[in-house]
């Protein structure tokens, strides 16, 4: 990411910083890496370390199924029946030491701010628009919106009034940042990115709210939900500067690479975290060599895991899925397209699928719950005769 301020800040960091009565706004450093990674310098009115209560909430790590036979999955998310604020409709579906992956029907605002203490989270926005509140700002979402919060950051999520917001999610456990390969040696996006600076939105404003009073933050960390009432409001900075906020890219601002023949999955690469890929298959022109087939080729993901979150249009490889559909293609095995997909890709000019991808570089678990969900005959749907 790139520097960014809002709100009021002193000249000089480290240095006094009063308010009109006098007395000192507390200054917090929140980065990463231990003082070598991005970071921002906030200015709150208390300290954010007053807390009067902490206690253990509740364990949430998912309970992953017994190993089965290798076989590629389907879940059909829209079949979940979890609903709630934007924490507790997670519906966990796959993970492993990396990153976990879920779909939220949100339905309601969240009442207690929360973060996430163990990583980055991305929260792509399928349906339903609102609010995300941040201790940065707030950032106003959208359907498509890629929303990246970085650890430690408190907030909530408060869609708009009778609008469901169905997220898929990423709980990564490392930072998520724009391909490292799109950067230049300055941070700057390069002309080949699929997307700049400009496409890229931070918090819009910075409420500041003074007020004293017990708040409930819920920390995710080591495993658990932790409860820490704070004696005063958590959105009580007035100022920030530096390189670690949240921040919204809509998926209709990736700019998608074609070519003659067909393009491999780089391509449409988004973000990437510790050991793992997002990108973004986007509305986009076929390829235009005379005899290209713009189907992609069976392929084998030698050691990576693939998972498809459909979005919108038909995918032009798959049939069977459904908008909210999430297939997992894992590693070991080979995927490809459905039966009658490759010839009836020859001759189109375009595509209007929009789908999210996420590839991990090791193996995911499938969490129990998710079994309820699933499709157990896609394994099989490339020996059905299908038209
Ligand atoms: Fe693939």
């Not at 709150?44 to 190993?67: G, I, N």
């Not at 169905?166 to 990115?193: A, C, D, M, W």
Request: with cysteine.
């Amino acid at each position: 990411m790139y520097y960014r301020q809002m709100g009021k800040i002193p000249h000089k960091r480290h240095t006094m910083f009063k308010k009109e009565d006098g007395s000192l706004f507390r200054e917090q450093v929140m980065g990463t890496r231990g003082f070598s990674g991005t970071q921002s310098i906030l200015y709150h009115h208390y300290m954010p370390t007053e807390v009067v209560k902490s206690e253990l909430a509740c364990h949430y790590l998912p309970q992953y199924e017994d190993q089965q036979s290798l076989k590629h999955r389907h879940f059909i998310t829209s079949k979940s029946v979890k609903k709630g604020n934007g924490l507790q409709a997670r519906e966990y579906i796959l993970g492993n030491q990396d990153l976990l992956i879920g779909t939220a029907s949100i339905t309601e605002p969240m009442k207690s701010y929360y973060r996430n203490g163990d990583g980055d989270e991305m929260l792509f926005v399928h349906y339903g628009t609102g609010r995300l509140e941040t201790m940065f700002g707030t950032i106003t979402y959208r359907p498509g919106d890629y929303l990246l919060i970085p650890i430690g950051t408190i907030y909530r999520i408060i869609p708009n009034e009778k609008d469901t917001t169905k997220i898929l999610f990423v709980e990564s456990f490392s930072q998520i940042t724009t391909p490292r390969r799109y950067r230049n040696e300055y941070g700057q996006l390069l002309e080949h990115s699929p997307f700049c600076e400009r496409d890229l939105r931070g918090p819009e404003i910075l409420e500041t709210f003074d007020e004293k009073g017990e708040f409930e933050v819920i920390t995710k960390s080591r495993g658990a939900l932790h409860s820490h009432i704070l004696g005063h409001h958590p959105f009580d900075v007035v100022g920030w500067d530096g390189y670690l906020y949240p921040w919204a890219f809509n998926v209709e601002d990736f700019e998608p690479i074609t070519g003659r023949i067909h393009q491999p999955p780089p391509v449409h690469q988004t973000f990437e975290g510790n050991n793992f890929v997002v990108c973004s298959f986007v509305p986009r022109l076929f390829d235009y060599h005379p005899e290209a087939i713009p189907a992609p080729y069976y392929h084998s993901n030698v050691n990576s895991d693939e998972l498809l979150y459909y979005v919108k249009g038909n995918f032009m490889s798959r049939k069977g899925v459904q908008l909210e559909s999430i297939t997992l293609h894992p590693s070991g095995i080979p995927h490809g397209p459905h039966p009658g997909k490759t010839e009836a890709s020859i001759g189109k000019k375009e595509t209007l699928e929009l789908a999210v991808m996420i590839d991990t570089f090791h193996p995911l678990k499938v969490v129990k719950n998710a079994m309820v969900m699933e499709d157990p005959a896609y394994m099989y749907s490339w020996t059905e005769k299908m038209e």
